[in-house]
């Protein structure tokens, strides 16, 4: 508590400690691709040192006003049209963290700092239809990408069954060839029966010569021999 002698001492300034609402003023922004936005804001500021408040600045308001505005228009300008309107939440923060260590030297906190509006300038009809070509040119390059995706998907799955054909026809083939094999093989073990042996003989019957204890078997296939062999004392 101070005490205030009449006619010696007076209060210089009074500060409000409680949260300072800041209209910020609308003002035109050019984006990265040269399109007007006309933007304003709003600022929440609480005064935690006065004195330096009311001896560090001339006048913290306007201060605090031209801050956000300049500070707004570098953020907005980085950005394309598309992104500055969608992107609300992004500009807030970007513009809080570049405010908030400027003014932290006169004694003020950011509280947080709103966009109200973000509105098309005067060129908005003809930056319509550049948007509109905008939109166009993107449909255009994303039906380009999907046909060329498809296209390739295609392509592969016609390479992936064509290899699979191949495939199987070798197998085919190669089971083919063994079940030919086996074929055969049962053939050559079966067809040669013992008739065969007896007309292919050597030894011819008639009346005057008996056959022989141990005929010479002529056959028509080793494994008939071998058989002929195994069932005849040769």
């Known amino acids: 508590m101070n005490i205030i002698m009449p006619y010696i001492d007076s209060v210089a300034h009074k500060v409000t400690t409680k949260d300072i609402v800041l209209d910020i003023p609308s003002q035109e922004v050019i984006t990265k691709d040269n399109a007007v936005l006309i933007v304003n804001a709003i600022a929440y500021i609480n005064i935690v040192s006065p004195e330096k408040a009311v001896y560090g600045v001339e006048n913290y308001i306007l201060a605090i006003q031209n801050l956000v505005q300049t500070s707004l228009r570098s953020i907005v300008g980085e950005m394309d049209l598309d992104d500055a309107l969608s992107s609300r939440d992004a500009i807030k923060a970007k513009l809080k963290t570049a405010i908030s260590d400027d ?51 295609e392509a592969e799955g016609r390479f992936e069954a064509s290899k699979r054909d191949a495939q199987a026809k070798v197998v085919l083939a190669e089971g083919t060839q063994r079940a030919i094999q086996k074929v055969t093989e049962a053939i050559q073990q079966t067809s ?28 028509c296939r080793p494994t008939c021999r071998r058989r002929c062999a195994a069932s005849w004392a040769c």
């Open 192 to 219: 040669c029966r013992w008739s065969t042996c007896w007309a292919k003989s050597t030894w011819k019957p008639s009346a005057t010569s008996p056959p022989p204890r141990t005929p010479r078997w002529w056959c």
């Open 103 to 153: 003014i932290a030297d006169w004694g003020i906190i950011m509280k947080t700092v709103e966009i109200q509006d973000i509105s098309l300038g005067h060129d908005a009809e003809g930056h319509g239809e550049q948007a509109a070509a905008e939109r166009e040119r993107r449909a255009v390059v994303t039906r380009a990408d999907g046909q060329k995706a498809a296209a390739i998907l």
